[in-house]
């Protein structure tokens, strides 16, 4: 199943995010979810794994399982390349990391422009801007870099092009400039975050949304994030696992067909065999309206992933 992109292109509903996919098992993993059956593949710059991820889909197309157009592959612009200047210089990096001549979706990963830093002095930069563990921020307005994003669809480079972790204002003003709509907006959601409104309004702009940490905290358990520590898991919530025992889906698969069945795209990971299945079977039964009422009461504004925790940049405050 896919959703139809304003740009004309099909993304699959579900697919496979690629951060935190370490280097040394990346490209078999990318690989394996290619047999499972994963077509969607949503990396970025920041994950530090664009080389691997490419091995992985070369070995596939090499042996012939799949065709690069039956593929859809994502990366996003890094906050250190914002610049105009730099938005082609990045996209040529991610190009010849990953061995394509195209990529499917490029987004802004975060509405926050860091200072440039040069590809051979650190690549990727992460939170790096020159100065040691300083942030230090660069004066472009999210307009230029869209418009430096827009040119790249000319190219060919580039099929269509979205935005990430904006919140309902900035994407407002955006369209105000837009040549191109974004495409795709990729957002944290889950039933501890779901700003109804936000989905609401862009999804009646016909711009599509992907979910990410689909599983709310578990994601950030493993970098130690206080909250996520504290949080009650949603695998053990008691309404997620009644409606799972009803469906006879596990909790993970009800978290996931909770987004598509609104046509929202996950993109979760997993290097286990049976969770990668799992994970791609979630569009064959659908929760009834009562299920996804109760599921909307968890709704709790609990975002984990926050500028805010990096240096008070206030996206969400
Ligand atoms: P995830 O969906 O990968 O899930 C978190 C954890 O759940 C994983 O570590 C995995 O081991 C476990 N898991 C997966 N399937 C399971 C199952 N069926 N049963 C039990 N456990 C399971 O979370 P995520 O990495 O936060 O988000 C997914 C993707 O979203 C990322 O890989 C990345 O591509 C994207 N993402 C984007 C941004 C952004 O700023 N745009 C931020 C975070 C993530």
Redesign the pocket.
Known sequence: MSIKLNSGYDMPLVGF????VSNDTCAEQIYNAIKVGYRLF?GAMDYGNEKEVGQGLKKALDEGLVSREELFITS?LWNNYHDPKNVPIALEKVLKDLGLDYIDLYLI?FPIAFKFVPIEEKYPPGFYCGDGDKFIYEDVPLAETWKALEKLTKTGKVKSIGI??FNGGLVYDLLRGAEIKPAVL?I?HHPYLQQPNLVEYVQSEGIAITA????GP??FV?LDHPKALETPKL?EHKSIQSIADAHKK?P?QVLLRWATQRNIAV????NNPD?LH??LVVNDFDLTKDQIDEISKLDIGLRF?NPWDWDKIPIFA
């Open positions: 995010g690629c951060w935190k949503d996003k990963h990430s972790n990729q944290e990410y940490s689909s599983f578990l994601s493993e695998f596990t993970a993109i979760p990971k997993s969770r799992q994970n992933n």
